[in-house]
């Protein structure tokens, strides 16, 4: 029997932890949800892709930055949220 590991948000990722994107949640609407996710997918975040959490900045743990493939993003927690993620 496998143990399927559960699907987090990208703002919950520790730092050095390394996850595939599984899936952009549309934000809300007082967020213009659907123009941020597609930025978000813009940028490299689509479902298969691996990422890895770099750095939490400071004081409040904002921005993140992410590192997808070759280039490096910094994301609001509010942005971050939206990104379902399995852990490696």
Do not use: C, W, Y
Not at 32 to 43: F, H, K, P, V, Y
């Amino acid at each position: 029997m496998t143990h399927a590991v559960p699907l987090i948000t990208l703002d919950t990722l520790p730092v050095g932890a390394k996850a595939t994107v599984v899936h952009i949640a549309p934000g809300t609407p007082q967020q213009d949800g659907a123009t941020l996710a597609r930025r978000l997918m813009e940028l490299g975040f689509v479902p298969g892709e691996q990422i890895r959490m770099l750095k939490r900045g400071m004081p409040g743990g904002e921005p993140l930055a992410i590192k997808v493939g070759n280039a490096t993003f910094a994301l609001r927690r509010f942005e971050a949220a939206l990104v379902s993620i399995q852990p490696e």
